[in-house]
């Protein structure tokens, strides 16, 4: 049975009614019409659906909508500010680090999480946090590089 609740979702408030056990992923995608999380495996393992729940990332897949609370939610969609985009996402960018686009989101948002907890974080340390996000196309070089331009554009 669907309930009632409220979703803080990249900065605004929305009213909706969903099943409490619905993945977050099936409401921002269907409900909200947000595309940037993907879904991947559907078991929390791929990383391409991930999120920022109060800043840390989170698989949107396997986290039951009932669950969210009050916490804020950020997508890929809620990076950019008045049209510009997020340090992490022109990096991605500037460094060329996505090609067919699986991991884009989970890399992108896992950056954004990490640069919030180390500020100038070190190759092992941007290795260790996106280690749980699967790329297909192997470009791992240039999303550590994208990591690194990032974190000196938010300097």
């Known amino acids: 049975m669907s309930t009632p609740l ?9 009213e909706l009614a969903a099943e409490p056990h619905v993945p977050l992923l099936q409401v921002l995608r269907n409900d909200l019409q947000l595309n940037g999380p993907k879904f991947g495996c559907g078991l ?7 999120v920022l729940l ?6 949107a897949c396997c986290t039951p ?7 804020e939610v950020t997508t890929l969609e809620g990076l950019a500010v008045d049209g510009a985009l997020h ?3 022109q990096a991605f960018i500037d ?28 190759e092992g340390q941007a290795r260790a946090a996106l280690s749980h996000n699967l790329c297909r196309c192997g470009t791992h070089l240039e999303i550590l590089a994208a990591v690194q331009r990032a974190a000196q554009l938010l300097k």
């Open 6 to 14: 409220t979703l803080k979702v990249n900065g605004r408030s929305h």
């Open 44 to 50: 929390g393992e791929c990383g391409a659906c991930t």
């Open 95 to 122: 460094t060329q680090a996505a090609q067919c686009g699986y991991c884009l989101n989970g890399m992108v948002m896992g950056t954004v999480a990490l640069l919030r907890r180390i500020a100038q974080p070190t």
């Open 54 to 59: 109060d800043g840390v990332a989170a698989r």
């Open 65 to 71: 909508v009932a669950g969210v609370g009050a916490r």
């Open 87 to 89: 340090a992490v996402q």
